[in-house]
């Protein structure tokens, strides 16, 4: 029985020390620090803590120090951010840094002087070339090439002012290379286009002077004769008269001559070839 009493006693010795030992430790494992709201901490770190489950993500996760039954309970998930269940409270999105001004382009550099022209291109048959260019072959006795040329321009620029010019020389080639139908051709065309110039009267001697080389007398006599009635004040209109006469003569149309002598000697009493119209009308025998 003493026996008994004994171990009882140290029994009771042994649960008191322990209760003594362990009652330091429980205390100093239930002081929180709670200086920081969001996390509960422990004095004892090793303390493995307990698993939470996130209402986010529904994923589990242990809390180091959170057994505690004072803990404040406050946790975070680290897999989505939410703590005590909570979303996270979105986070601004950084701006985008504000974009420089565009560039404004260089103004262009201005020239000291204003750049030069190019040269107008070589302008060529035109109607001053065309003309140059007869005349030279004309004078050189390429009456051919004169032509040509002459031609050209008389085809091409009907309204130019070396138009008469070409016309004549043009004749005039034809006269010279012995084409004398296109000589009195293009007399003709001068005398009916060329009607205001004052050079009409010496195209119909002209005219009579490539019918003479035909020896067409009569036509000859006919385009001296145009002269009259193209201006009878004239200055050379007496001579033309006398001129158509003597066509008359050589085409053996003496009455035809004689007449032209007497509208000579009627028209033009004073003038030198009125004396030899007499004459020639003494000559056939018409008399005075």
Same mark, same amino acid.
């Given at each position: ?51 939470? %489950? ?8 242990? %809390? ?56 107008? %291109? ?65 007399? %003709? ?100």
């Amino acid at each position: 029985m003493e026996t008994i009493k004994r171990t009882a006693g140290l029994l009771t010795f042994v649960i008191v020390a322990v209760l003594v030992l362990t009652v330091p430790v429980f205390a100093a494992d239930l002081k929180i620090d709670l200086k920081d709201d969001t996390t509960s901490k422990h004095y004892d770190p090793s303390h493995p803590g307990h698993e939470h %489950q996130c209402a986010n993500c529904h994923r589990t996760y242990n %809390q180091p120090g959170d057994n505690g039954p004072y803990s404040s309970g406050s946790y975070r998930c680290p897999y989505c951010g939410y703590q005590n269940n909570v979303p996270p409270s979105p986070v601004n999105p950084t701006p985008y840094p504000p974009q420089p001004p565009a560039p404004q382009p260089y103004p262009p550099t201005p020239t000291p002087y204003p750049p030069a022209p190019y040269p107008p %291109q070589p302008q060529y048959e035109t109607d001053a070339t065309l003309y140059q260019n007869g005349f030279s072959y004309f004078n050189s006795g390429n009456y051919g090439l004169a032509i040509k040329y002459f031609k050209k321009l008389v085809d091409r620029y009907p309204q130019s002012t070396y138009l008469e010019g070409a016309l004549f020389n043009l004749a005039q080639s034809y006269k010279m290379s012995y084409n004398y139908k296109e000589a009195i051709r293009t007399y %003709q065309k001068m005398i009916n286009d060329l009607r205001y110039s004052q050079n009409r009267v010496n195209w119909f001697f002209a005219a009579g002077e490539a019918a003479e080389l035909m020896f067409k007398y009569a036509d000859a006599a006919k385009w001296y004769e145009g002269v009259i009635r193209e201006n009878r004040n004239h200055p050379r209109a007496a001579e033309a008269i006398y001129r158509a006469g003597q066509d008359y003569e050589k085409a053996y149309k003496n009455r035809d001559a004689a007449n032209a002598y007497r509208n000579l000697i009627q028209m033009f009493p004073y003038a030198p070839f009125a004396g030899m119209a007499r004459e020639r009308l003494a000559a056939l025998g018409f008399g005075y």
